[in-house]
Nanobody, 125 residues
């Protein structure tokens, strides 16, 4: 499985971006798919993901209502819509996939076998 993240950029606070993770090699069916983000000097942080049954898990109130994950089976992509961007959202955003992960591991970067290369999101104040 290969993952290719795209859609990052420079945006003003309050703006929106749509990140996309293109999955190749296999369909994402049967995989847990998630988005993480990382800022320099900090650990990679879970943002949002689909569990194997298609349920969505968000990481905390800071992203609730602003981050929306979706998947397109026809395109084999998993997208992340981010609205009302804030400077603290500035990070490199990564998509990740796992076939073996269990639900309780959803937020653990070490549990994922596959990673995209990351896309930079920069939010100016």
């Amino acid at each position: 499985v290969q993952l290719q993240a795209s859609g990052g950029g420079l945006v003003q606070a309050g703006g929106s971006l749509r990140l996309s993770c293109a999955v190749s090699g296999r369909t994402f069916s049967g995989y847990v798919m998630a988005w993480f983000r990382q800022v320099p000097g900090k650990e990679r942080e879970f943002v949002v993901g689909f569990n194997k049954s298609g349920g969505i898990r968000l990481n905390g109130d800071s992203v609730k209502g602003r981050f929306t994950i979706s998947r397109d089976k026809a395109k084999n992509t998993v997208d992340l819509q981010i609205n009302s961007l804030q400077p603290e959202d500035t990070a490199v955003y990564y998509c990740a996939a796992s076939r073996t992960i269990i639900t309780s591991q959803l937020g653990q970067p070490s549990a994922y076998e596959y990673w995209g290369q990351g896309t930079q999101v920069t939010v100016s104040s």
